[in-house]
Every structure is written in structure tokens, then in C-alpha cells.
């Protein structure tokens, strides 16, 4: 079982990047994290609904490649085969039905270790070109028909040109999506004249809204805002014709994290109240009947939106603002006053002030060290509540702190004022190492289970309108031998964790689960949804580069089949452990470990309500058994049901794919088997060919020839095979990594002690 595969990884926390035929030469020698398949780029990186093309796709630890999934049916795609029928590594035939709706999708792949990380990919209904090679130079600039997407990768230190014709008074919209599909890209994008003299530039990822003044060919130049390039800095740049006065669209983009809490539940897709200007002063105040839904906009610098309504003593309203969470680069603030006298001699005092939506747990500062997830919950919108004082006037002003020196009718926010509606949101992502000198990667951690392993997904809960009750975690439609265990979101508490269990034997299998929270709010049970986050990027050194979360589509969860766990502890016996309030209570725990580790102790702390406060202890790595005691007196544990596990980070001696090690050997016997029949059957048609009559050398000769092609090809096939041979044996050398190990949940029972 110790041939059964684990990578390398360590406390340096410097990743092993594998494309998707991993070679020795680019694996590193300490990693954190046991390697998980992440797709990282497609080329193209979208289409056209209704059209069929070829794709390139890269990644790591994605060895030979396996089969595509999107997450909408009208996307398909099947291996591009060779010749010879062979599956060509990293090459896919994709089609889009001519009903599959424009939009951004996630494309993933499964692999010999499970489900990939995914990766955007476009759909729209403008032709679909390719960038050509070599346009960093307006001589060189690549021809870009009006309405059409290019597909392009951006260049370290250089700039992308593209020219486009256009006549007097048309109007054409440039953009280049970039971030918004996971690109590293940060976008300068410049319209200029056929001299290549700027006319427009647009630096914060927007639209050039441009109209030509004559007719004649202009010039399209993209770069990166700090000239960098490279394979993950790709990019799709559409030019589209627009009717004058059309709006300018909203360009689809992936969702930060932080907008997992919106919309409230129930909210309609439009509001029932529109923003009036003018409304910036006390005197131009926009009047509003409460409850309140209104559509507005931060349209211009210093934009101050006023609003008047009555309320009576006693009343309690909740104000929530969507502005950040609708994708728009704002930060809301919002202050209401009681406004009492006359206007002329009018007396405002000041009642509340919201500002942000504070994270339901502490992210990495920065977004850096670990001393928090790589992840943030909170926004830069709000949820407030406000307790009428006093019978009359009210006057609420929102404006964008952000917002002082720019003009954006594109800036919107959507303005609520409700009475209570407690309710929650959830998101969830991987658990990240805690590491003693901070843990400075940031990686997605698809749902890729090993046999015997328990993997943990943070969860956290944005709570409103005074909802405090628990929250129960429950994840469902799993594959064979996957079970899930949600450890209940305490009262009043942010922050829960699923545990997610594959058994040793679970075959290699994928499905699609349901991740839902579930509470009761006024004697109504509810579900919500959770959402899932990713990281769009490995990030092995968030000092060096910030780290680029997001929420994904889909909760695949999958079993590999081909490696198993390097440790798996559980208790002894799967029971419920029963014990009452104010005693101690001992669980045996067995391990089964199934490879060798680098130290001797694994330090453990503990998961689970009610015993979180359990002091770290220590268990053997060179033993098959442990104990833990918990003492409920100690750790003030009221009876009820508990859902507990423990935790910790060991340094394993990973290998990886050994099997391939044996499967790369045989090929090498087989090629060189090959290889001597052809040169055998050289020298037989060689000596054949001297001893010829006249009038069959020809035939001979031609013979020989083929023979001498086959030679050839069964050589360089041997050559390929021993390079391949030797890629597997550097990458199964073991090698330490440093993991998470979680045991197997563990239920306990407190029940009531004797009164005393």
C-alpha cells in the first residue's frame, strides 16, 4: 500500500507545477499541499454558439489528460485522436450548441487523480479569430474584422496591435476580458489612428466606447498595466458595432467571493424604484415610503444620493446596499438622520452610520501570511440596522467612499429597506495549512479525493437581520464510498466545517453534489444554498503575487481510484461515543499509515462545536494507535449530539504515480522490442538486396526502403519512451510533503450528569 502515491510538498510552501505530461526537469523538490489535477489554461478560451473547433488545454498534475466537463450541457468535447487512434495528449474537439446561451462557463478535467480545478470558458455569438504570431509592432499588426473576438495570450514586455476598419460616425465598442475569465491580466487598452497616436485609453479593465471622426483604419493596442506576460495572461479582445444611443452592455465576469451573500432571498431581478437626481442635498431630497427597493447609481464624482421618509418611534428597519457585490468597483457608505424643524432652520442629528459588511472570520492580512484563509467573505457593502428614535423625518445619504474624483453611470447599487428578515448565506473553500512560519501558498483545492483520506471544507455564514440560530451543513448526491459529515455552525458563530470522508476501497467515480445549510428562523425550517470559492490561480508564494479567489460553478466531487491517502485516523469503533456532562472521556484512535513520515509526533487540534477549545495534544506517526481525552468539565460541553474531528499537518514521503514507473518500463521493452524487429528486417532486405536478380532489385529496393522508415520511426519511439520512462522515475522518487491530515468525524453524546 506504501507504492500507493503521495506527493511532495513542503514547509517552504513551493508548489510542484506539472504540465499535462509532468516532466522530471520541472518537478521541485518541496511542496505543500498532496497534488491535486488544476486545468489552467484552453486555448481558445471560448466560441461561438453553434460551431465546432480544437482546443489545447494545460495544467498540472493532469497527466495523459482524461475527458472534459462544463457546466452547461450545450458544451461538449471529446479527445482529439492521432492517426494511429491514440488520444493526443492536451488536444480536445469542442462543440457548442447553437442553443447554448452566451455566457461564462466552467470547463473541468478528470484525471487519473479526480476532478480538476476549473477554468472559464466563453461563449458568445461574434465570430471567433485567433491571434497570429507576431503583432507587438504596428508593422506587424493583426487585421480584426468588426464584430469578432480575438483569442490571445500576451507577451512579457510587449504590446498586442490590431487594426480595424471603420467609417465616419461609427461607432464601435472595444473590450478585452481578462480578469473577468481568469486571466493574470491587467488591461491598458488604447484605440489610436493609423499612425498608432492614441486617441482613447482605458486602464481599469473597462469599455473604449469609441466613434470613428473619419473614415480610414485605426489601431487596437492591448498590454498588461506593468508590461507582464506570459501563459496565464491571456485574453479575448471583442470589437462590436453599436447603434448610437444603445447602452453599453454589462460585460459577464466571474464573482468575487464577497458576493456569495447577495442577492437577499426573494429579491426581484429588478427594482421597484428608480434613483431621481437631482437628490444630492437635504433641499433635493428624493422622498421614499418604507419598505424601500431602489435602483441607483455613484454616476458622477462625489456623488451624494439623498433620501426622506417618516418613521414612527420604536419602528426597526434594516438597510442593506448591493454595489460591490454586483461586480462594480465601489465601496457604499451610508448615514441617517433625524431631521426635525423647518427647512430653513432645520435640525439633522445623526442616528447611524453603516459601512462595510465585516468577514464572517479573519482572512490572511493582506492576503498574505496565514493568520486567516486566503479568502474574505465580507464586502465593501453593507446590512445595518436602524432603530427609529424619535417619530418624523428621516434622511438617508449614500455615497461611494471611493467614489471622489471619477464618473461611472455604471457604478450602480441597489438600496433595501426592510423590516427584519433573518435569514443566512454560506461559502465555502478548501481548508489552508496553518504553518509556523505562515503559509504563504494560495491553492484551489478541488474535490479530488485519495482512498482513506478526510478532507475539510471551511464554511462561513453571513448572517442577516439579527438571525443567530445554528446552522446545520449537509452535502449530498456524493460518489460511492464518499460520505460527509456538517459540523453544525454554532449559534451566533460564523465559521463551520464539513468534513468530507472517501474509504480506502472507494472506486474511482465523479458526481455532482448538493452543498445546502439548513436553520429554523420562526419555526420555519430553511435551506440555503452554499456557494463554493476557488483560488483562479496556484499561488505559491503569496508575498510575490496576490492571491485571486472566486466562487465557481458546480460541486463536483470525485474519487481517484489510483492513490490512497498516506495516513487515515479514525476511532477505534464507529459509534456514537457517549459520556456525561462534567466526566472525561477517552477515544482510542487507529492509524493506518501507508508510507513513511519526516518526524515522529503529529500535533492535533479539534474540530466540532462544543469541543473547539480541546487543548492540542500529541499522537505517535510510528504507531498504529493513539488516545485523545476530553474532558467535558473543563471544556463547559452542555449535552446534546456532537459532530467532532481532529487536525493537524504531518510531513509525508510522497511519491508520485510509481505505477507509471513499471507502465513507462514496459513501453521502453516494447519499443525496443519493435525497434529490433525493424532493424532486423533492414538487415534481412539488405543482404536480400546484394543477392537480387536484376529484374527484382527494384522491388527490393523498395521494401528495403519502407523498412528503413519503420527503423526509423521505432527508434525515435524508443528514444521518446525512455524519456518518458525517465519523466516517472524522478517524479516518483519520494519526496517530503507537508499535508493535512484530518481524521475521520467521530460522533459524541454528552449526556446530563447527576445534579450535584
Not at 503521495?6 to 511542496?31: D, H, N, W
Not at 466606447?209 to 498588461?224: L, S, W
Not at 490512497?564 to 477505534?572: K, M, N
Not at 520512462?725 to 450528569?753: C, F, Q, S, W, Y
Amino acid at each position: 500500500m506504501k507504492q500507493q502515491t503521495f506527493l511532495r510538498l513542503s514547509l517552504l510552501a513551493v508548489t510542484c507545477l506539472c504540465t499535462i505530461l509532468p516532466s522530471g526537469s520541472e518537478a521541485v523538490a518541496q511542496t505543500v499541499c498532496l497534488p491535486l489535477p488544476r486545468l489552467l489554461s484552453t486555448m481558445p478560451m471560448g466560441g461561438q454558439a453553434g460551431t465546432q473547433f480544437e482546443i489545447t488545454v494545460t495544467g498540472e498534475n493532469l497527466d495523459d489528460g482524461g475527458a472534459l466537463y462544463f457546466s452547461h450541457p450545450g458544451l461538449t468535447a471529446v479527445q482529439k485522436r492521432q492517426s494511429d487512434g491514440q488520444p493526443e495528449v492536451g488536444r480536445y474537439v469542442v462543440t457548442i450548441g447553437a442553443d447554448c446561451p452566451p455566457g461564462l462557463y466552467e470547463t473541468r478535467m478528470l484525471t487519473r487523480l479526480g476532478i480538476s480545478s476549473s477554468r472559464i470558458f466563453s461563449v458568445g455569438t461574434l465570430k471567433e479569430v485567433l491571434q497570429t504570431a507576431g503583432n507587438t509592432s504596428l508593422a506587424m499588426a493583426m487585421e480584426l474584422p468588426m464584430d469578432s473576438v480575438c483569442n490571445a495570450v500576451m507577451s512579457a514586455r510587449s504590446v498586442d496591435h490590431y487594426v480595424f476598419q471603420a467609417v465616419a460616425g461609427q461607432r464601435a465598442l472595444v473590450y478585452c476580458a481578462a480578469r473577468g475569465i481568469d486571466s493574470k491580466l491587467d488591461t491598458v487598452l488604447v484605440v489610436a489612428n493609423a499612425a498608432g497616436q492614441d486617441i482613447l485609453v482605458e486602464r481599469q479593465g473597462g469599455v473604449l466606447d469609441f466613434t470613428a471622426p473619419a473614415d480610414g483604419r485605426y489601431v487596437i493596442k492591448v498590454h498588461e498595466l506593468t508590461y507582464k506576460g506570459g501563459p496565464g495572461y491571456f485574453y479575448r479582445l471583442s470589437l462590436q458595432q453599436a447603434a448610437a444611443e444603445a447602452p453599453v452592455p454589462q460585460f459577464a465576469s466571474t464573482r468575487n467571493v464577497s458576493s456569495f451573500s447577495w442577492p437577499p432571498e426573494g429579491l426581484p431581478e429588478a427594482a421597484s424604484a428608480s434613483e431621481q437626481e437631482p437628490n444630492n442635498t437635504g433641499g433635493q431630497a428624493q422622498k421614499i415610503t418604507l419598505p424601500c427597493d431602489v435602483r441607483g447609481a455613484f454616476a458622477t464624482a462625489a456623488d451624494v444620493d439623498t433620501y426622506e421618509f417618516t418613521a414612527v418611534k420604536g419602528e426597526v428597519w434594516w438597510v442593506e446596499v448591493g454595489s460591490e457585490r454586483l461586480g462594480r468597483p465601489t465601496d457604499p457608505s451610508v448615514i441617517v438622520q433625524h431631521v426635525s424643524g423647518e427647512p430653513v432652520q432645520e435640525t439633522v442629528t445623526d442616528l447611524v452610520e453603516f459601512t462595510d459588511i465585516p468577514s464572517p472570520m479573519k482572512p490572511s492580512s493582506n492576503g498574505y501570511a496565514y493568520d486567516g484563509p486566503p479568502y474574505d467573505g465580507g464586502s465593501a457593502d453593507l446590512i445595518g440596522r436602524i432603530e427609529i428614535k424619535q417619530d418624523g423625518k428621516h434622511r438617508l445619504q449614500i455615497s461611494d467612499l471611493f467614489g471622489g474624483t471619477r464618473t461611472d453611470p455604471r457604478n450602480i447599487y441597489r438600496l433595501i429597506i426592510r423590516k427584519a428578515a433573518p435569514d443566512f448565506a454560506l461559502c465555502a473553500w478548501g481548508l489552508h495549512m496553518e504553518l509556523r512560519n505562515g503559509d504563504r501558498n494560495a491553492l484551489s483545492k478541488p474535490l479530488a479525493l485519495r482512498g482513506g483520506v478526510t478532507t475539510a471544507l471551511e464554511v462561513v455564514a453571513v448572517r442577516r437581520d439579527g438571525f443567530d440560530g445554528a446552522i446545520e451543513l449537509a452535502l449530498e448526491g456524493l460518489p460511492e464510498g464518499v460520505t460527509a459529515s456538517g459540523l453544525t455552525i454554532a449559534p451566533g458563530q460564523n465559521r463551520g466545517i464539513v468534513l468530507v470522508t472517501a474509504d480506502q476501497n472507494a472506486p474511482g467515480a465523479l458526481t455532482f453534489a448538493t452543498f445546502i445549510g439548513t436553520a429554523e428562523i420562526a419555526g420555519t425550517r430553511i435551506e440555503r444554498p452554499c456557494q463554493v470559492a476557488a483560488m483562479a490561480w496556484p499561488i505559491v508564494d503569496a508575498w510575490s503575487e496576490i492571491p485571486s479567489p472566486r466562487l465557481v460553478a458546480g460541486i463536483p466531487v470525485s474519487v481517484s481510484g489510483s492513490e490512497v491517502a498516506p495516513l487515515t485516523i479514525a476511532a477505534r469503533e464507529k459509534r456514537v461515543w457517549e459520556v456525561k456532562a462534567g466526566d472525561k472521556l477517552t477515544i482510542p484512535l487507529i492509524h493506518t499509515r501507508r508510507t513513511e513520515f519526516s518526524g515522529d509526533i503529529l500535533q492535533l487540534k479539534t474540530f466540532g462545536h462544543g469541543f473547539q477549545n480541546n487543548p492540542q495534544f500529541d499522537v505517535s506517526l510510528t504507531s498504529d494507535t493513539s488516545e485523545v481525552v476530553l474532558d467535558t468539565a473543563a471544556l463547559q460541553t452542555a449535552p446534546g449530539d456532537y459532530q467532532i474531528a481532529f487536525y493537524g499537518s504531518a510531513v509525508a514521503k510522497y511519491q508520485y504515480n510509481p505505477a507509471a514507473v513499471q507502465q513507462t518500463e514496459q513501453a521502453v521493452k516494447k519499443a525496443e522490442a519493435e525497434a529490433k524487429l525493424a532493424m532486423d528486417e533492414v538487415q534481412m532486405l539488405e543482404a536480400e538486396a546484394g543477392n537480387a536478380p536484376e529484374d527484382q532489385r527494384a522491388a527490393v529496393g523498395q521494401r528495403l526502403e519502407a523498412a528503413k522508415v519503420r527503423q526509423q520511426n521505432t527508434a525515435a519511439a524508443v528514444t521518446a519512451a525512455v524519456q518518458k520512462h525517465k519523466a516517472a522515475v524522478e517524479l516518483a522518487a519520494p519526496r517530503d510533503t507537508v499535508d493535512i491530515i484530518v481524521t475521520e468525524p467521530i460522533a459524541v453524546k454528552v449526556v446530563a450528569g447527576e445534579a450535584k
